[in-house]
């Protein structure tokens, strides 16, 4: 699947195991240890029913974490990619994997997120279309806008 | 200038590119790159649902605010992409039945240049954030509930966290002891009020009607202001990820906070909340006086009360005199009432109001009310601010375009869904069954002798008419293809807010409009003097009810 | 038997549809084709699916008819109105008729 990383679809360096080493919440949670002590990047894929709070602080151990939108209209992952950032000081690699459509982009990316696996052949092009499609947003999310002058709530 | 929030250039920027963002995806709509799965939210987020006839549009009406110019746009928009009418919802929202999608981005083009949108009156999102419809002027409010009702506005547009919640998501505000916009119905109310000299909020949560009609829980009964938008995020993030998204009609926060119990919601949300509360939605005193500036209130003149032309006239005009005491009420200007705008004629199709009325309104608003109009969520109009020397003109102004019948809150102001004969989700038809209800009941004198009776109507099991809270209900059903009308008695949407109860078997569209009748001289002849009809039912129960209707002749 | 009828919304603005027996989606229900059988209902679904492909209409569904004067009438008021209009069309002018 390609991926839409920082304004461009590349390949996916974790998509052949060469950039380390992806598990799920419960292989994480059975074997962390032994992970750990094996010193390769890794990588953490979530459901959305997966509470993000069981990784807590050890999200900031992962250089990649997927969180999976089984349907666009799943609202969790903007929840999770949003406690991650915030709550957990979360800097690594946050994607987002599938049902992921252009006119969800922009709110997926201000909750965090800032990797799309996106089948749309097109996805570089939409993805700068539809971010730059509203410029004006009310409230503070997890992409750290700051806010603007006239409001501490505002940021445009 | 209207005393109510003003936009600014983000404001006007952030409508303005939202209707080239709607454009481009029905472009995208119309060309098949969006398929209708994909497109269905989208639309629906920007207030466009596809019904019965054609697809419906949904304006917003933040807390039911409307100025004398954004009106005329209204009627303007009905004239050019509908059918000259429009019909005001009980969110404090206007719908038009006949609108085209292709036409869809123009119209909302339109709409932008008059500061309105239709964003977010659809969709599994935060809903038109509704508040007091008199707000500002009535004596009894601690303080302009809009303010808030700005604030969590704000707050909520365009949140790109909670755009794709399990179900839609509605709050109401108010700030007086009386409750006049039903927040126990709702899935979050805020009430404003005082202790020891400080201001704090209740917050109440998991109120609603549709198929499980539950009355709303308070979790909190004193939060302080600058804690206000983090607690309502720490709500939706709780819901956001705890809801249920396997069934959509158990996908409301009613059934999430009735399965936790109220308790083990509260504790989950001050859990979250703990997290979040330092943060950067902590409201400063400074943004609140900044959105307080805007609704800062009109330039009152110094008048004496009462008026002395408005009570000789009332004297001499005894219509003049009903229209006074049913469909105004005390301001807390003395000099000024409040003027209730019936869009209930006798026989009249509920909360409709066409281009013409639309036009006439706004020039009355214009002439004696600051320019400013309400819509409250019983489908009428207010003039909030209108001289007391003033009402004898305005009174007549209203009537030359049928717009002064005397009878809000009374048994023929009626609240009625669209129901069959619009809605895609209808069992039975509703207006009918309100029209002849109202007719039945036309006599002025009789119901001013029943007093306040609140009768609403529902097409469906989705309660859009409110029925549930209505003294008088009425849920509209099908039958082996037969209309047929259940009614229920007791409800009330207030600050002691109760769910009314089925009486028995369901009646025909004739039988229904008779059981209400009979239930009305049943009360008539029970009641203690001054006594209300709720509070009559209260006292007796459903028992001589039950048996004026059913008994065997 | 089960006389049926395909009916949608027009994708474009909105108005309610009928396939006929052209092809044309028209307005009029009485001039609908009109599916005596299962397969003949299945085969108007079908046509219906390109449709939506088409970017013509939006979601069509099966209505029952009788056909008693001939042409068919929809069997549920709901689907008369739908047919026919709001059976409570406002005074102002009659844009119903």
Redesign the interface.
Same mark, same amino acid.
């Given at each position: 699947m390609p991926l839409l990383k920082n304004g461009a679809v590349t390949a996916d360096p974790w998509h052949d195991g060469t950039a380390g080493l992806i598990v799920t919440v419960d292989e994480w949670r059975a074997q962390r240890d032994t992970l750990l002590a094996r010193n390769v990047p890794l990588g953490l894929r979530l459901a959305p029913s997966d509470d993000v709070e069981t990784i807590g602080d050890d999200a900031r151990r992962f250089a990649l974490i997927a969180i999976d939108f089984p349907a666009f209209t799943d609202g969790r992952p903007y929840s999770g990619a949003r406690v991650l950032r915030e709550r957990y000081g979360y800097d690594g690699e946050l994607r987002a994997t599938g049902q992921v459509l252009r006119d969800q982009l922009s709110f997926m990316q201000r909750c965090g997120f800032d990797a799309f696996e996106i089948a749309n052949p097109n996805a570089a092009q939409d993805f700068a279309a539809a971010v730059g499609e509203i410029s004006v947003v009310y409230q503070p999310a997890g992409d750290r806008q700051r806010s603007s002058a006239a409001s501490a709530h505002r940021v445009a | 200038m209207v005393a109510t929030y003003h936009y600014d250039d983000a404001d006007r920027t952030l409508v303005r590119e939202r209707v080239a963002q709607f454009r481009g995806q029905v472009d995208r709509?119309?060309?098949?790159a969006l398929t209708?799965e994909e497109f269905r939210p989208l639309r629906l987020m920007n207030g466009l649902y596809?019904?019965?006839?054609?697809?419906m549009l949904r304006v917003a009406i933040p807390y039911g605010t409307l100025s004398a110019d954004q009106m005329r746009a209204l009627a303007a928009i009905g004239r050019r992409y509908d059918?000259?009418?429009g019909h005001f919802t009980t969110r404090q929202n206007i719908q038009f039945n006949w609108?085209?999608?292709?036409?869809t981005p123009d119209l909302l083009h339109d709409l932008a240049q008059v500061d309105m949108h239709a964003i977010q009156t659809s969709g599994n999102v935060i809903r038109n954030v509704t508040a007091d419809h008199y707000a500002g002027a009535a004596a009894d409010e601690l303080d302009d509930s809009r303010i808030y009702a700005e604030i969590i506005r704000q707050w909520s547009t365009l949140h790109p966290e909670f755009s794709f919640l399990p179900r839609k998501f509605k709050i109401a505000v108010t700030a007086s002891a009386t409750d006049r916009a039903a927040l126990k119905v709702h899935d979050i109310g805020v009430r404003l009020h005082e202790r020891d000299g400080a201001r704090g909020f209740e917050v109440m949560v998991g109120g609603g009607q549709g198929r499980t009609p539950m009355i709303a829980k308070t979790i909190r009964d004193f939060l302080p202001e600058h804690d206000l938008l983090s607690y309502l995020e720490a709500i939706l993030r709780v819901y956001n990820r705890q809801g249920r998204r396997d069934n959509k009609y158990k996908a409301r926060i009613k059934i999430l906070v009735h399965d936790l119990g109220a308790a083990a919601f509260a504790a989950k949300v001050d859990a979250e909340w703990a997290e979040i509360k330092d943060g950067p939605l902590g409201l400063p005193e400074a943004e609140v006086a900044r959105i307080r500036h805007h609704f800062q209130p009109p330039a009152f003149r110094d008048l004496d009360a009462p008026n002395p032309l408005r009570v000789a006239k009332a004297r001499t005009d005894p219509a003049f005199a009903r229209w006074l005491r049913i469909n105004t009420h005390a301001h807390k200007q003395p000099g000024y009432a409040i003027v209730d705008v019936s869009l209930k004629p006798v026989g009249g199709?509920p909360g409709?109001a066409?281009a013409?009325q639309m036009d006439a309104l706004a020039d009355i608003a214009a002439q004696y009310s600051f320019d400013e109009i309400r819509v409250t969520h019983t489908q009428n109009l207010v003039l909030p601010h209108v001289e007391e020397g003033a009402l004898h003109a305005v009174w007549q102004a209203l009537g030359s375009h049928g717009l002064a019948t005397p009878n809000v809150g009374l048994a023929s102001d009626i609240i009625s869904c669209p129901g069959?004969?619009?809605c895609s989700l209808?069992t039975a038809?509703s207006?009918?069954i309100a029209?002849a209800i109202s007719t039945r009941l036309a006599d002025l004198d009789a119901q001013e002798d029943l007093g306040v009776l609140g009768i609403k109507i529902s097409g469906c099991i989705n309660a859009c008419g409110h029925h549930h809270v209505g003294h008088i209900g009425i849920l509209g059903l099908?039958k082996n293809?037969q209309?047929y009308y259940q009614l229920t008695l007791g409800g009330d949407p207030g600050a002691d807010a109760s769910l009314g109860e089925v009486l028995g078997k369901s009646f025909s569209a004739d039988g229904i409009v008779d059981a209400v009748e009979k239930i009305t001289v049943a009360y008539r002849a029970l009641r203690t003097p001054g006594e209300a009809f709720i509070d009559a039912y209260r006292r007796l129960g459903p028992a001589p009810f039950k048996e004026t209707l059913y008994a065997a002749a | 038997m089960t006389t049926q009828v395909v009916s949608a919304?027009r994708?474009?603005? #909105?108005?309610?549809v009928y396939l006929a027996p052209s092809g044309q989606w028209i307005g009029a229900l009485s001039e609908a084709e009109v599916a005596h059988d299962a397969s003949a209902a299945e085969s108007l679904l079908n046509r219906a699916a390109t449709a939506?492909?088409d970017?013509l209409i939006? #979601?069509p569904y099966l209505i029952s008819v009788t056909a008693a004067t001939g042409r068919p009438q929809a069997?549920?008021?709901?689907e008369q109105?739908?047919a026919t209009?709001?059976?409570?069309a406002?005074a102002?002018?009659d844009?119903a008729a």
């Open positions: - | 709509r119309l060309s098949g209708e596809l019904q019965l006839h054609a697809y059918r000259d009418y609108i085209k999608l292709e036409e199709i409709d066409t013409d069959m004969d619009y209808a038809r207006i009918p029209q099908e293809g209309e | 919304n994708l474009d603005n #909105g108005r309610v939506i492909i970017r939006v #979601g069997e549920r008021l709901r109105i739908r209009g709001p059976t409570v406002p102002h002018h844009w």
